[in-house]
């Protein structure tokens, strides 16, 4: 007989509220009893690849947590990311990814980038650059592989704390990209202000490019400014193949979404690197 993990808190996410989804006081339990302490994280990590638009190969890998539940659908960061930013909890989440993400991607028989989100919390933390240098040295994954996405939100509260992360964690040699550019109130003086290695252009202005002129130029302004900084500039949520001629012709560094590939198991996506048959 196999041994049963014990996933924490997995009972308390089998009742649905009308909306089909656990309540919020339930997420928080859950969220709690698996993040506290040592049992089985309830977690899983689904991978979206990147592509370079220029000869369409495979850039990197994007790490996106998912939370499956017994006999019904996984909650997805939606669903819980923000209980756990509003509880505190986050950060605890969030080491669970870096380090689950690091020791898969150095278990992979290929050298390919990964990226994985932050929620700005982490930013806070004053112990954050050795959470990071352990998930790297445990894992053994090459820091150059490494890329940690941030929203503007980070760099709302105390941008010179945050700005002074960023130099320390870009010191060990991963990379930081800004994401969701322009989904909120940012500004171009971000990418001026902080040194960004990469900026996510927001899903919202490559859905605008089917509509019109007027989004085409914003989203070649900001390629352009990436060009002129040496920021790599990825579009997000890339759907159809207009999209996608337009931003290859714009000089984007790199294109993400369902038209290319959606987030999938580990096994997916390595097999995308595995030598061809015969
Ligand atoms: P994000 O980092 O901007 O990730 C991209 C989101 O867009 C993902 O949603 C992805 O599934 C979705 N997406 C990708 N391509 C397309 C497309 O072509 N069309 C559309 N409509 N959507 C597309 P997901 O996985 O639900 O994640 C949502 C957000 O949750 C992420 O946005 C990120 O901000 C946050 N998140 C995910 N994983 C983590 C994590 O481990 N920690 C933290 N703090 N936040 C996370
Ligand atoms: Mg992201
Ligand atoms: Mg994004
Ligand atoms: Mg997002």
New binding site residues.
Partial sequence: RGRTLRLAGAHLLGRDTAKGLPGRQDIEAALRASLTGDAPKPFVL?W?PIFHSNDGTLMAA????RWPRPRRAPL???DF?PVAEATGL?TH??RW?LRTACAAAASWDSDLPIS????AANFYLTDLLPIVMSALAESGLSPDRLEI?V?ETVLLQDPDGVRQQIDRLRGLGLRIAL??FGGGHGTLGYLNAFPFDTV?ID?AFIRQLDSGERAEAVVRAIIQLGQALSIRTVA????TQAQLDFLTAAGATAV????LG??MPEARLTALFAPPLG
């Fill in positions: 689904a979206q994007e790490a996106l947590v997805v960061p939606d990311i986050i989440l969030d990814v994985i989100n932050m929620s996405e929203t994401d969701d996510k899903r997000e949520g890339v759907e993400q979404g369902f038209l959606a987030p």
